[in-house]
């Protein structure tokens, strides 16, 4: 009989090795390999002689289809995020940094389910029930009728679950500190992870409990243990936010029954989370529309228009090699859109330090920004004051070519209604039915038209007054 081998995995990828190695070969990560026992392979189940499959029915892609039922939370931010609800018998999982507020948004929203009359479970890994309870009462939750327990073994979550009445939403904070006896490892590892979200996941599909999962983020700010988890769950969720800003966001990364890129927007306060309904109004709170260098993009996250200030400043540099800080947008982004200016609209940056912000802390990945961005920059660098009923949006290509983006009515339609009646556009959105009434829409086709106006408009502001 040949003897049994331990194997060594990587505890941030995955991977498995024969032996111990202080660098993990896939992922680069140091010091993240842990020996665990190994299991059953296939050979194993050959040699015992596994049984026959047997024969299921098939079915074709026509056939009637009835949308998924949905269970609302009581919080409507929540909701958009999950696409209109939770949907019974699936799992969501929620990665955030330490001291984001999951626990916060998650236990406000058991109670707001609860208060309902739903059976609303609550199970903590790394808190104790006082601890949880505490925190209730901080937030005026204590008379929510929610079942609290701290518990980590898997296999007594599932049968106390299974007990009573089908709970209509389960919380398991965290994933991480969960173990079940069907893997041999220690809590947290890759193999424990795996399998302590697959049982979860079981339960969930045989039940019809919808089940949220909270898990750990790296310093990288991505969810901590083995990415099939991502996988096997049917939405994914990140919780983000700056401790210098009072508000959070609420990111979907995936969702199986909704759009993904969908947003919501809470305010943290003394008394827990508070929904934002218009978070633009919220981002552009205190702009100084005297300054150059600021310009108002409206984008979009998911279905959800928010206008936000890019600000930029530019001034010369006694460096050889100038500074590019960038702080809410992607920096290889900055690089392609500053040598598009020098190449394609003959504005000199070489010499100059550069930084990007965009402000309240809100991130911005989609290439809509990149006219907004401009504008800044030239604002920036020619002293031009932008008029402050004006908004931007546009994609800059490599040729300096302004191409369409979409959605243009919706953040038009968002821009008028917080009171902006001016917006430079790409030529594609010039469309009389998606403009609203009184909205004068400029609508270009190369970056050097933006330049040549924003140029215009620093000839005529007044100089800058000196302080005494």
Same mark, same amino acid.
């Given at each position: ?8 995995i990587?505890?941030a ?6 032996r111990?190695q202080?660098k ?23 040699a ?8 299921f ?7 009637? &289809?009835?949308?998924a039922?949905?269970v609302?939370?009581?919080l409507?931010?929540?909701?958009r995020?999950?696409g209109?609800?939770?949907?019974p ?7 955030g ?5 999951k ?6 929203a058991c109670?707001a $389910? ?5 059976r /609303?479970?609550y ?11 505490? @925190?209730a009462?901080?937030?005026? =939750?204590?008379?929510?009728? #929610? ?14 679950l ?11 904070? &965290?994933?991480q500190t969960m173990?079940?006896?069907t893997a041999?490892?220690?809590?947290g590892? /890759?193999t424990?992870? @795996?399998g302590a979200?697959?049982? $979860?996941i079981?339960f969930?599909?045989? %039940?019809?409990?919808c089940?949220?999962?909270?898990? +750990? /983020?790296?310093k990288?700010?991505?969810?901590? *243990? ?5 996988h ?6 990140s919780?983000?936010g700056?401790?210098? +800003? +009072?508000?959070r966001i ?6 199986r029954f909704?759009?993904t890129?969908? !947003?919501?927007?809470f305010?943290m ?5 508070t929904? #934002?309904a ?5 981002? =552009?709170?205190? @702009?100084d529309g005297?300054?150059?260098g600021a310009a ?10 928010v =206008?936000?200030? !890019?600000?930029?400043l530019v001034?010369?540099?006694?460096l050889?090699?100038p ?5 809410g ?5 900055l690089?392609m859109? /500053?040598?598009? $200016?020098?190449? +394609?609209?003959?504005?000199?940056l070489?010499?100059?330090? !550069?930084? $990007?912000?965009v402000?309240?802390?809100?991130k911005?990945?989609e290439?809509?920004a990149?006219l ?7 604002s920036?660098?020619?002293?031009a004051v ?6 931007f ?6 040729s300096?070519?302004?191409r369409?983006?979409?959605?243009? *009515? ?5 821009a008028s209604?917080?009171g ?14 998606e403009k609203?009434?009184?909205?004068g829409?400029t609508?270009?086709?190369h970056?050097?038209?933006?330049i040549?106006? !924003?140029?215009?408009l620093?000839r005529? %502001?007044?100089?800058?007054r000196?302080?005494?």
């Amino acid at each position: 009989m040949a003897k049994s081998r331990t194997s060594f995995i990587c505890q941030a990828c995955g991977a498995v090795f024969p032996r111990w190695q202080g660098k993990c070969e896939a992922c680069g990560e140091w010091n993240t390999l842990h020996e665990e026992a190994p299991t059953a392979g296939i050979g194993a189940l050959a040699a015992r002689g596994a049984k026959k499959g047997r024969i299921f029915a098939l079915e074709g892609l026509s056939g009637e &289809s009835k949308p998924a039922p949905r269970v609302l939370s009581g919080l409507a931010e929540l909701d958009r995020v999950t696409g209109g609800g939770f949907v019974p018998g699936s799992v969501l999982l929620i990665g955030g940094e330490p001291g984001i507020g999951k626990s916060t948004l998650l236990i406000q929203a058991c109670a707001a $389910l609860a208060r309902k009359g739903e059976r /609303v479970v609550y199970i903590s890994g790394e808190e104790a029930a006082a601890q949880v309870r505490l @925190r209730a009462e901080r937030l005026g =939750l204590s008379d929510a009728a #929610v079942e609290l327990a701290a518990e980590t073994s898997v296999e007594d979550i599932i049968a106390t679950l299974s007990a009573g009445r089908r709970p209509a939403l389960v919380v398991i904070d &965290s994933i991480q500190t969960m173990w079940t006896e069907t893997a041999d490892a220690t809590a947290g590892t /890759v193999t424990q992870v @795996r399998g302590a979200a697959q049982a $979860l996941i079981r339960f969930a599909k045989l %039940s019809g409990a919808c089940v949220i999962l909270v898990g +750990h /983020v790296t310093k990288d700010g991505q969810i901590a *243990g083995p990415r099939v988890v991502e996988h096997m769950v049917d939405a994914v969720a990140s919780f983000e936010g700056d401790g210098s +800003h +009072h508000f959070r966001i609420l990111r979907n990364v995936k969702n199986r029954f909704g759009p993904t890129d969908e !947003i919501g927007v809470f305010e943290m306060t003394g008394g827990g989370l508070t929904e #934002v309904a218009n978070p633009s109004a919220l981002f =552009l709170a205190g @702009r100084d529309g005297s300054a150059a260098g600021a310009a108002v993009f409206a984008g979009m996250e998911g279905t959800r228009p928010v =206008l936000v200030e !890019i600000q930029a400043l530019v001034a010369p540099s006694a460096l050889g090699t100038p500074r590019r800080a960038v702080v809410g947008w992607d920096p290889s982004r900055l690089s392609m859109l /500053v040598a598009v $200016l020098e190449t +394609h609209g003959r504005v000199k940056l070489g010499q100059h330090d !550069i930084y $990007l912000n965009v402000a309240g802390g809100m991130k911005i990945a989609e290439p809509a920004a990149d006219l907004a961005a401009a504008a800044a920059l030239v604002s920036s660098l020619v002293g031009a004051v932008l008029p402050q009923n004006m908004v931007f949006f546009g994609e800059v290509g490599l040729s300096g070519a302004v191409r369409p983006v979409p959605h243009a *009515g919706l953040r038009l339609k968002e821009a008028s209604k917080l009171g902006f009646s001016r917006a430079v556009a790409p030529q594609g959105a010039s469309d009389k039915s998606e403009k609203p009434a009184g909205m004068g829409l400029t609508a270009i086709r190369h970056i050097g038209e933006a330049i040549a106006d !924003i140029a215009a408009l620093g000839r005529r %502001s007044p100089p800058e007054r000196k302080p005494s």
